[in-house]
């Protein structure tokens, strides 16, 4: 599954590294596109924590530059709005490119579909035209949604998935895996540096309360005091990583001559109905729990084998459920009261 290349003059990010803006000390630049999302924005603190010089990409379709403010100003950071489904451009060297850029939870694909689907497209296109452009390293946020509602379990990247290609879910499953297709494709005929991480479900602050994932629910729900709507009969599975977590498995992938696809993801496997008591208990909450209609093509399970990723990236989740969700929730704590609102939408 995965490709491996000698590895040339890298850091720790892994990547080819350019000259500075004086010419002499090297520095990594690199793209993150749908940097002002959740998950993005985390990717484009981390980097430059680590002094890469980011350029943030985001259309604000689904996230928002409030994500990054708290950047703007810092050397090396640029902010660009941009939809990546029309003309891109970023002047000068370019090392490293993230393709985070695309709708991600179900009620925000289901309003956007085909914008989900020429962002998996149109938008994986021209971003890796960019990579052939510059010479730069290409990593697809790519997702375990590829493998559908799996019949083999845990999910190994070698599982080919089933996927229903017209049902709701297909705007974004099937977007992911033609980008999948195209990545492997710009790989093998021009060459490109390219890697996919096929990321398992995270977590973590920043998330929108009312994005319609399950945990933001859950925790905006527990704090409010507010039935916790559990989907089904809520033994259906997920396997839950923190978002430090995920952040240091994609940039592992970076940092690595491989080609993947890798899955990105915590084991730890939760029932829905185990989740929502768990975040209850956490926050504190006597919120009780209300069972609701499950949506078409929901997976019935969904846990990462990981095995991958140990050997190739040496990375694996390090965050506990407890722990990752504890923090989780004082953070949407924090927001509410600093809104000095009850989350309502
Ligand atoms: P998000 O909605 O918070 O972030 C996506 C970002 O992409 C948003 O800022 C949005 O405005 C931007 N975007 C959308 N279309 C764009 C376009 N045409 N041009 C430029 N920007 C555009 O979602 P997220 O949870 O942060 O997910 C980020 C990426 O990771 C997505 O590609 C998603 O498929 C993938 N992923 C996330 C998870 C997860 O659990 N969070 C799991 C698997 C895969």
């Given at each position: 599954v995965a490709g491996s290349r000698p590895a040339g003059d890298r850091d720790i990010r892994g990547c080819r590294r350019g000259p500075g803006a004086a010419g002499g000390e090297d520095v990594m630049r690199a793209v993150v596109a749908g940097g002002a999302g959740f998950l993005g924005s985390h990717l484009c603190e981390r980097l430059l924590a680590d002094g890469t010089e980011v350029v943030c990409m985001d259309?604000?379709?689904?996230?928002?530059?409030d994500n990054v403010s708290h950047l703007l100003?810092?050397?090396?950071f640029r902010l660009v709005e941009c939809d990546v489904t029309g003309f891109v451009h970023v002047p000068g060297e370019v090392n490293l490119i993230l393709h985070l850029a695309s709708a991600a939870s179900p009620a925000d694909y289901l309003a956007y579909p085909i914008e989900t689907l020429k962002v998996g497209s149109l938008g994986t296109l021209h971003l890796l035209g960019l990579a052939k452009e510059k010479g730069a390293r290409f990593v697809l946020a790519s997702?375990?949604?590829?493998?559908?509602?799996?019949?083999?379990?845990?999910?190994?990247?070698?599982y080919w998935g089933n996927v229903n290609?017209?049902?709701?879910r297909s705007v974004y499953d099937e977007a992911k895996r033609f980008a999948e297709s195209l990545t492997v494709a710009y790989r093998q005929t021009h060459g490109v540096d390219t890697g996919i991480a096929r990321i398992f479900n995270t977590y973590g602050p920043?998330?929108?309360?009312?994005?319609?994932?399950?945990i933001p629910t859950f925790v905006r729900q527990a704090l409010r005091g507010e039935p916790m709507t559990v989907t089904g009969d809520g033994r259906q599975t997920r396997s839950i990583c923190y978002v430090d977590d995920t952040v240091e498995g994609i940039l592992a992938l970076a940092g690595r001559d491989v080609a993947g696809p890798v899955n990105i993801g915590n084991p730890g496997e939760l029932t829905m109905t185990a989740l929502a008591e768990t975040i209850r208990d956490l926050a504190g909450s006597s919120s009780p729990i209300e069972y609701v209609a499950r949506p078409a093509d929901d997976p019935r399970v969904r846990r990462p084998d990981t095995t991958l990723a140990a050997r190739c990236l040496g990375w694996h989740a390090g965050i506990d459920a407890a722990e990752g969700l504890r923090r989780t929730i004082g953070w949407f704590r924090a927001e509410l009261e600093r809104d000095g609102t009850d989350g309502t939408d």
């Open positions: 259309s604000f379709l689904t996230g928002s530059p100003g810092r050397p090396g997702t375990s949604e590829v493998y559908g509602d799996p019949l083999e379990h845990p999910q190994r990247e070698t290609p017209v049902g709701p920043r998330m929108r309360p009312f994005d319609g994932r399950a």
